[in-house]
C-alpha cells in the first residue's frame, strides 16, 4: 500500500475519513490556479490513490473558487515555445487521466469559479456537485489561447461540441439550473456547500465493490471510444469479470432471499 502522506504535496491537503479521501487545493491566494507545479502534484496524487486502498476521492478546494485554471502569470512570466508549452499540456493530460482511469471514483465539490483549466479538472471526475456560487466558464478565446488539459474531448463530452464552441468564442457562462441542464455537473445543492452532499455520495459509492466501481469510472468511457463492434466485446468482457466476482455473491443472495432493498423510489414524502 502506498502512503499518500508521504508523498510530496505542499498545496493540496489530504485527510481520510473511512475509506474516502479528501484531496483539497489549497492555494486559494491564486484562486487555485494551476502551475506546473500543482500539476506536479496532481499527478503524483492520482498515480498513487489507487495503490493506497483508498475507495473514493472528495476532490475540493480552498478559499471561494475551485480552480482558475491555468495559471497566466506563470504562463505570460515564462514566455513558453510552442515545444514548452505542448510539453505542458502532456503534465496536465496525464494529471486528469490519473484522476479519470485510476479506477477510483472522484467527487469534485464545485464552487465559484471553474473555469479553463479548472473545468478541465473538473470534468476529469466522475461526480461533479456544484451549489449556488458555482459557475462554469472557457475564457480561452478572450485571453487569446486554447484549451490544452483535455478539455476537447472531456468538455465536449459533457456539454456537446457545440455548445464548447460558444463558451469558448464568447466566454459565456453557465451556472445553477443552467448547468446542471447542458451536463457541466450533476448535482446542484441549494446553499453555497457543495461538499456536504460530495461526502454523502462518496460514502455511499465506497460500499460497492471496488472492482464494480473500476469498471464503472473506467470501462463506460474507454468503451465509449471504440466501434460498437469492439465495444460489445469489451462489455462483455468486463462484466463476465465483473458479475462473476465474489463481492457480489452475498449481494446477489440478499436480492434471492429477498432481504437486499429493491429499486424503486423511498416511500418518504419530499
Ligand atoms: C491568478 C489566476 C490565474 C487568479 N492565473 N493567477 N483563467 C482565467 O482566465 C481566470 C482568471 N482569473 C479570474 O478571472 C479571477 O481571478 C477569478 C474570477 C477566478 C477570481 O476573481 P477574484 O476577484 O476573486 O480574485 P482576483 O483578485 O482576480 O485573484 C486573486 C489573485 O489570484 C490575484 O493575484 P494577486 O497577486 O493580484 O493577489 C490573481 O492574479 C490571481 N489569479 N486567477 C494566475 N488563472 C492548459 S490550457 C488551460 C487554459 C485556461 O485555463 S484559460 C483560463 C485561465
Redesign the pocket.
Same mark, same amino acid.
Given at each position: 500500500m502506498t502512503d499518500l502522506n508521504a508523498l510530496d504535496l505542499p498545496n493540496i491537503a489530504l485527510s481520510t475519513q473511512g475509506d474516502v479521501l479528501t484531496a483539497r487545493l489549497m492555494k486559494s =491566494?491564486? !484562486?487555485n *490556479?494551476l502551475d506546473e507545479e500543482m500539476i506536479r502534484q496532481l499527478i503524483d496524487l492520482f498515480a498513487a490513490v489507487p495503490k493506497s486502498g483508498v475507495k473514493a476521492v472528495v476532490l475540493c478546494a480552498d478559499g #471561494?473558487?475551485f480552480c482558475? @485554471?491555468?495559471?497566466?502569470?506563470e504562463h505570460y512570466n515564462k514566455d513558453r515555445s510552442a515545444a514548452e508549452f505542448m510539453q505542458v499540456?502532456r503534465g496536465?493530460h496525464q494529471a486528469f487521466n490519473n484522476i479519470q482511469h485510476g479506477g477510483v471514483p472522484v467527487v469534485a465539490a464545485l464552487k465559484g *469559479?471553474v473555469?479553463?483549466?479548472g473545468l =478541465?479538472l473538473a470534468s476529469a471526475a466522475h461526480i461533479r456537485v456544484a451549489d449556488q456560487t458555482t459557475y462554469f466558464a472557457l #475564457?480561452?478565446g478572450q !485571453?487569446g489561447?486554447f484549451? @490544452? @488539459?483535455g478539455a476537447t474531448v472531456r468538455v465536449a463530452e459533457l456539454v456537446g461540441k457545440h455548445r464548447m464552441i460558444d463558451m469558448m468564442l464568447t466566454g459565456r457562462i453557465y451556472m445553477k439550473q443552467e448547468a446542471m441542464d447542458v451536463g457541466l455537473c450533476q448535482y446542484l445543492v441549494a446553499g453555497e456547500d457543495s461538499e456536504t452532499l460530495a461526502q454523502e455520495l462518496a460514502a455511499k459509492i465506497v460500499q460497492n465493490p471496488s472492482l464494480s466501481n473500476m469498471a464503472i469510472t473506467s470501462a463506460i468511457d474507454h468503451i465509449s471510444h471504440m466501434s460498437g463492434h469492439d465495444a460489445y466485446f469489451a462489455e462483455a468482457f468486463i462484466a463476465g469479470v465483473v458479475n462473476t466476482q465474489e463481492a457480489s455473491r452475498d449481494r446477489l443472495k440478499g436480492f434471492v432471499e429477498k432481504t437486499a432493498p429493491k429499486t424503486k423510489p423511498s416511500q418518504t414524502p419530499s
Open positions: =491566494e491564486k !484562486r *490556479a #471561494p473558487h482558475a @485554471g491555468l495559471d497566466l502569470k499540456c496536465w *469559479a473555469v479553463g483549466g =478541465e #475564457p480561452e !485571453r489561447i484549451t @490544452g @488539459g
